[in-house]
Every structure is written in C-alpha cells, then in structure tokens.
C-alpha cells in the first residue's frame, strides 16, 4: 500500500468514486441527438413556429463542447467533483435556454432538468448536489416567469392557468428535491458498501499473503537445516585441512553446492502464490483454539468448549475462515469483564461454534443493524490512518461476517441473560465446511 493510500481516509471521495469524462461525453451526445431530433420534428412534421436558429445554436455549442474535450483530453479521465458539476450545470443552463425558447414551463420536457440532478445524485458528494438543484430550482423558477410562447398551430398562443403552471412548478421543484434526496443518500450507502467490500478485500488479500509467508517460512527453516549444517561441518573441516590443497578444494566446492541449494530455498520465499502449506487441515477444536491464542494476554479467560455426535469435522485451512473467526473472538474479549466462552458443537449434519461474553451486550439498535458496515461504539484512533484496520471504522463485524458467510455459514446475534452478555452463533452445513477428502 502507498503511502497516498494509507493517507486517504476510507470515506473520502476517491478517485474509483468520481464520473469519467466519457461518461459525460456520452450523455451529452445523447441530449444534442434528443433536442435536435425534438426541435427538426416540431419544425418541419407538425410544422409550429420554432426559433430554428437560436436553438440550434445552443444545441451547437453542447456538440462543440463535447468535441473540445474529446479532443483536448483522453476519454478515461476521470474528473474532480467541482469539474463534474460545473459540466452538470452547464447542461441544465442549456437546457434551461432551449425551454425558454420553446414555451418555458408548458413545455413538457421541462421534466428533463431533473436529469443533471439525478446525475449528480448518484455520483457527486452531497455539497455539489445541493449546488445543482438550486440551480435546477432556480431555472424552473424563471421558466415559470419569463419565456417565449410554446410553438402551437393556432393563430392564438397556447396559455395555461396560473394556477396549473404554479402547480407544473411546485412537482418540478418536489421532483428535484426528492430525486437530489433521495438518490443521494441511496448512492451514499451503496458507496459506502463499496468502500467496506474494498476494505474486505484488503485485509482477506493481506492475511493470505501472511498465510503464504509463514507457511513458506516454515518449510524454509526446515530445508535449511540440512545444508546449512554441512556448511558449518565443512568450515570446521577446512581449519583442519589447510596444509592439503585437494582436501581443502573438494570443501570449498561442498560449501558452494550447499549454498547454492540454500539459495534455491530462499527463492521460493518470493512467490506468495504457492499452494504449498504445512498444515492444510485441522479440526475445528483446534481451528478455534488456534484464533483464540493471541487473545489470552489481555486479562481475560478464554474458555473453549467442544464437543459433539461422532467425528469431529476436519476443516481446510481457509484465511477468511480464519481471519472471521479470529475477529469475532477479538471483538468478545475487547468488550467482556472477565470471561469469553467459545463452544463448539457438532452432529452428522451441522457445525456451529458460538462466541459469548460476559459483557453489557449489544444494544437493541446495535442488533436491529449487526452485519452493516460502519456500525461502531467506539470512536476511531485519529492516529491510526491505515483504512484496512477495521478498529473504529465499525468494519470489524462487516468484515468477519463477510468472509464467514462466503464459507457458507449463518450468523446470529443476540443477547442471553435479559439483555446482557453479547453473543454470535456461526453455524454451517456440515457438508459445506468439512474438508472435502
């Protein structure tokens, strides 16, 4: 990880969040072929008196611009917010100048200027939004007041009551701000959802690559015993052997043919990718006991109970597995007095491994909410700028919940005795998490 990533806290508008100019481009083009189309088909179909000139000028200008920035700049850039919305507001500007040449709020398609609305809704942070739909209301605003007549077939200009334009402006100005609402904060808890997914990714990516490590660390110690023995046993024969030039050759050789074998080994440290692993299966007693361990120097008893209906599953070594459980256990003991109970049960056809406390328990809106991402008491390190630490996020139970669920199990979390001591029941189907033979 960069340093600019560890910098950028996870919230931030990121540069993965932001609009790409082909995507404006495209819009655009779509609206100049949309207000070309609807102004040549007025025109010339229906045969109404539309200003030809003045609207094809402004419709030119939205084609010009968008050939400015095709060429001036690469179709995959993506753009700052303030660059975004100065393109959004542009588009409700022209839109807002054709609606005034062609009949202002009787105009059926005044309906369009909650399209850069909606645009900026999904995309752009909540200031810029708010930005544009006061322009948008302001637009509709003016439309209702001043604008040319509606191009109509009579000799007599189409009028509407007061009263129903009125009506025309208070749904645009609803529209607007229901859309700007709503929209936003529906885009908000998606990218929110997707920064927590990122997150997930992260840690699950890291932990595999510590798994990797150490596994190939221990397969390094132990090939390296070997040669590294005969080297010192070479070494020592060497003192004895420096008046005898053969004998004194035929080590030095050994001592090269051993660390070039040593050098091989160490090679294999550089693939994290390998599938080879010591321990690539363990009980799911000693899965437990083994997440459990780094918790036991905190104060607090760790007692692990297991036992079952015949065999005891064997479970794959799986870092998410390992890593959800893990965190789980850590949470329990971060809020627990003096005591975490782990239990362990099985039968034929189930396995399911719970987690209590003995703390205050979650709170009835903790529970109603347990699994989203971002749900935390605690307040976050201000010092810890790392956004793949859960600790003060309130990712720590969206991250192990996840991984949980991708091996097939259920959480449940509730409270035992009336509302205190925090507990979580993971279970699965047997057939789902037992290693496969």
């Known amino acids: 990880m960069t340093e600019t990533d560890k910098s950028e806290p996870i919230l931030a508008y990121s540069a993965h969040h932001r609009l790409r100019l082909d995507t404006l481009v495209r819009l655009r083009w779509l609206a100049v072929a949309g207000q070309s189309a609807g102004v040549l088909v007025v025109a010339f179909i229906l045969k109404y008196d539309v200003p030809l000139a003045a609207c094809f000028t402004l419709i030119a200008m939205s084609a010009w611009l968008n050939v400015f920035f095709l060429v001036r700049y690469p179709a995959t850039l993506r753009l700052r917010s303030q660059f975004s919305a100065a393109q959004l507001a542009y588009d409700s500007l022209q839109l807002g100048g054709l609606l005034y040449l062609t009949g202002g709020l009787y105009n059926p398609f005044a309906l369009l200027l909650l399209a850069p609305v909606s645009v900026s809704a999904t995309t752009l942070p909540y200031r ?100 590294l023995a005969t080297i010192a046993l070479a070494a020592k024969e060497m003192q004895t052997d420096l008046d005898d030039p053969q004998s004194l050759k035929k080590d030095l050789e050994l001592i090269t043919e051993q660390a070039t074998r040593c050098r091989e080994i160490l090679q294999k440290l550089r693939n994290l990718n390998t599938q080879e692993q010591h321990f690539s299966e363990l009980t799911a007693s000693d899965l437990v006991a083994e997440v459990s361990e780094p918790q036991r120097f905190f104060g607090i008893d760790i007692d692990v109970d297991a036992k079952g209906e015949g065999t005891q599953p064997n479970l794959a070594r799986n870092s998410g597995l390992i890593y959800g459980l893990g965190n789980l256990i850590e949470n329990a003991v971060d809020f627990a007095e003096s005591r975490v109970e782990v239990s362990v049960r099985w039968t034929d056809r189930t396995l399911e491994i719970s987690i209590c406390d003995d703390g205050p328990g979650f709170t009835q809106d903790m529970l109603m909410r347990m699994g989203e991402p971002y749900l935390t008491t605690r307040p976050k390190d201000m010092n810890d700028s790392d956004p793949t630490e859960p600790g003060g996020l309130g990712l720590g139970i969206f991250i192990a919940k996840t991984l949980l669920e991708r091996t097939g199990a259920q959480l449940a979390f509730f409270n035992r005795d009336e509302g205190r001591h925090a507990c979580v029941k993971i279970a699965w189907p047997r057939q789902v998490i037992e290693l496969a033979r």
């Open 128 to 227: 810029w939004t708010l930005g544009l739909s006061g322009l948008a209301i302001a637009i509709i605003t003016l439309l209702g007041l001043f604008h040319m007549p509606l191009p109509w077939s009579g000799s007599e200009p189409f009028l509407i009551n007061n009263l129903y334009v009125f009506g025309i402006w208070v749904a645009l100005v609803c529209g607007v701000v229901f859309t700007s609402a709503y929209t936003n904060r529906v885009a908000h808890e998606a990218r929110q959802l997707a920064d927590a997914l990122s997150a997930t990714e992260l840690v699950l990516a890291r932990e595999q690559h510590l798994s990797a490590i150490d596994g190939l660390a221990t397969a390094a110690a132990h090939e390296l015993g070997t040669p």
